[in-house]
């Protein structure tokens, strides 16, 4: 009787343990796929190297630099009418990664904490653009900002701009209202200005013919408009979020981490 309790006990406890063994194998996993790095490896890459890289900074320099030498050269030949130059405002005048290091951490995605971000007016300038910025004002050109930044949140991008020693009108931003293309916006601006550089992270900023395209089509008409990159185009490095990722979906964003870290790597070439 008592050989027979001890050998009932032993098997209790070895099941118990395989149990508890499995349970705690699943909360693991559970806990894995729900933490904050899980799926998102790619995420803080980018960042460190959006943040750290000084490659990135001289990049960004080298866009403004190139923005500015343009402009002189535009301007030395004098024929536009109402110069203008039309910028993007996330990641090409202000940098937004903290943020993205907020959602990253806490494992989010867009929009969870965008707004209160932006309402915090606390972004950086991206190294070249105050610069850029002011020699277009001072040469008379008008600097306009289309930005798919809502209407709502006018007050605060001029407060951050205006904390970084840049001040702009309302008149000045062309925000979205009804649709994330930009192209309606910019034929608004071209019925009253010169257009004569547009500056931007993402290949919407510059023209229509990007919107909502896949990645192979993005790829024939970023060859077919490349007599205007570094001459009226002018591209900054932004490897945290953009067109180039949605088309990598066909613009269905993925439910889960998981199933997007899955599309990233089918979507590499060997």
Request: one cysteine or more; hydrophobic letters at 35%.
């Amino acid at each position: 009787m008592h050989r027979y309790f001890l050998k009932s006990l032993l098997l209790f406890f070895v099941l118990f343990s395989s149990c508890s063994t499995t349970s705690s194998l699943k909360k693991t996993e559970t806990d894995q796929s729900n933490s904050s790095l899980y799926g998102r490896s790619y995420d803080i890459l980018a960042l460190a190297y959006f943040q750290r890289a000084q490659e990135v900074k001289a990049l960004q320099y080298q866009a403004y630099n190139l923005a500015t030498d343009r402009l002189k050269e535009i301007l030395k030949k004098g024929n536009n009418l109402n110069p203008a130059v039309v910028l993007d405002i996330d990641e090409t005048v202000l940098d937004n990664s903290p943020a993205s290091v907020q959602s990253a951490l806490r494992s989010t995605y867009y929009p969870t904490g965008w707004n209160e971000w932006v309402d915090q007016a606390r972004a950086k300038i991206i190294p070249g653009a105050k610069e850029f910025i002011q020699f277009a004002i001072a040469k008379k050109v008008k600097v306009l900002f289309v930005s798919n930044r809502e209407t709502k949140q006018l007050a605060a991008t001029i407060k951050n701009l205006s904390d970084l020693g840049l001040t702009f009108q309302e008149s000045d931003f062309f925000l979205r209202e009804d649709t994330s293309s930009k192209e309606k916006r910019r034929q608004i601006i071209k019925s009253k200005f010169t257009t004569v550089l547009l500056i931007g992270d993402n290949l919407n900023d510059f023209t229509g013919v990007f919107d909502k395209k896949l990645s192979d089509e993005r790829t024939q008409l970023t060859v077919e408009n490349k007599e205007e990159f570094g001459r009226k185009f002018i591209v900054l490095p932004n490897p945290l979020y953009g067109d180039w990722e949605g088309a990598l979906y066909d613009y269905k964003f993925p439910k889960t981490a998981k199933e997007r870290e899955e599309i990233l790597k089918k979507s590499l070439n060997e």
